[in-house]
């Protein structure tokens, strides 16, 4: 498939790189390909970056059939420009699409697509430190059409939005409030696809938490309400004693690329790392026996977010005295490190994006 290219006659003026903020801005292009049963996914397409018509019956906006992908752009100090494992959020892609009954995409034209996209607009990939192009891949259901079944047709598109530095004051580690009413996923559910309900869904206990003044929510099992599972937008580790701890992926948890990339480097420093099932009361336990020394979460937003305090039913376990531990520190440096080449990429994570569109 060829991609056909409309650049833009009117290029937007660039926002100020130190209030980028996240997702408010969006580049001068976006890429967008529609699928019907017929002729599959076809007419990829990147043209300037503009509204969409749709039908009122759209089927995604009444059942909510519709995923979505997030990863970065990074500046290198060289001006190269960087992807971070975007394969990865590409595979997960078809494994969200297969569990919400949407068609498969072409891994390796995606990734091209993706990377003449960002090509095009790569001056709005920004320069100042800790800041990225956000990059969002996303497919919706379009039938119009209000029969309950899945659509025929959808709309594959990719935007691109510059994002600020996470954490502009230095990293300040974040209060959880853990979750005991709602639940996020069971098995068998969604908890394991980036499909957009379950964020519709967590909107209720994120609320409830910020009311409180906690800045996240940790979601326990929805079954016995004992397990941990994850944060809103975050896989979660504990460093327990010298063992590093991980809830398993056992369906109801999004498999993070950055709990993929963690596990992997703590691995390779040749440290002790567990993915198994872990409960509050066994945290609050070590908590108790000055056992947990330290606890972050992770994902594409913020990399690596230490946390300094989780609230359970009221009981507040404190780690860390309100600085980053040691692993998380070290954690932090060395992601954020390759994916803006400073450091060896060791593990072949990063592909360069190519500046031939310009
Ligand atoms: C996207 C997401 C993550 C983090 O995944 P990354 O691939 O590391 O960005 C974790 N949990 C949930 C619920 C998510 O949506």
């Given amino acids: 498939m060829q991609i056909s290219i409309q650049k833009t006659t009117k290029p937007k003026p660039k926002p ?12 001068d292009h976006m890429f967008i390909m529609d699928y019907d049963a017929e002729k599959g996914w076809h007419s990829p397409r990147i043209t300037p970056y503009e509204p969409l018509q749709l039908d009122p019956a759209t089927a995604a906006f009444h059942y909510g059939q519709a995923i979505f992908e997030g990863l970065k752009a990074y500046r290198a100090a060289d001006n190269r420009i960087l ?13 969200t699409n297969n569990r919400m009954c949407i068609p498969p995409i072409d891994v390796d034209f995606c990734l091209e697509a993706l990377k003449t996209l960002v090509s095009i607009d790569q001056d709005w990939v920004p320069t ?27 709309k594959f598109m990719i935007i691109l939005s510059p994002v600020g530095a996470y954490y502009p004051q230095g990293i300040n580690p974040i209060s959880i409030y853990v979750e005991s009413e709602y639940t996020r996923a069971v098995k068998g559910g969604t908890g394991f696809a980036k499909t957009s309900g379950n964020y519709a869904a967590s909107m209720k206990a994120q609320a409830k938490a910020a009311e409180k003044g906690f800045v996240q929510v940790l979601w326990l099992d929805g079954i016995e309400k004992k ?31 950055t709990r993929d990339s963690v596990i992997q480097l703590l691995k390779h420093w040749g440290m002790n790392v567990c993915e198994r099932r872990v409960s509050m009361q066994e945290l609050y336990d070590v908590y108790q026996a000055r056992a947990l020394k330290e606890a972050f979460g992770t994902g594409t937003a913020a990399v690596i977010s230490p946390i300094g305090e989780l609230n ?47």
């Fill in 227 to 257: 397990y941990i599972e994850e944060v809103g937008a975050m896989n979660v580790f504990f460093k327990i004693n010298d063992e590093i701890i991980t809830p398993a992926l056992e369906g109801s948890i999004l498999p993070g690329i």
């Fill in 83 to 95: 992807l971070f494992r975007p394969e990865k959020n590409m595979e997960r892609i078809n494994i």
């Fill in 312 to 358: 359970w039913n009221g009981m507040s376990i404190k780690i860390g005295q309100g600085e980053i531990g040691e692993v998380s520190l070290k954690v932090y440096d060395t992601l954020t490190g390759i994916q803006t080449g400073r450091f060896d990429d060791i593990f072949n994570w990063t592909l360069e994006v190519e500046s031939a569109f310009k």
């Fill in 128 to 154: 100042a430190p800790g800041t990225s192009l956000y990059i969002r891949p996303f497919i919706f259901a379009t039938d119009p059409y209000l029969g309950l079944r899945p659509s025929s047709s959808f």
């Fill in 16 to 27: 100020d790189q130190d209030n980028l903020g996240f997702g408010r801005y969006f580049s």
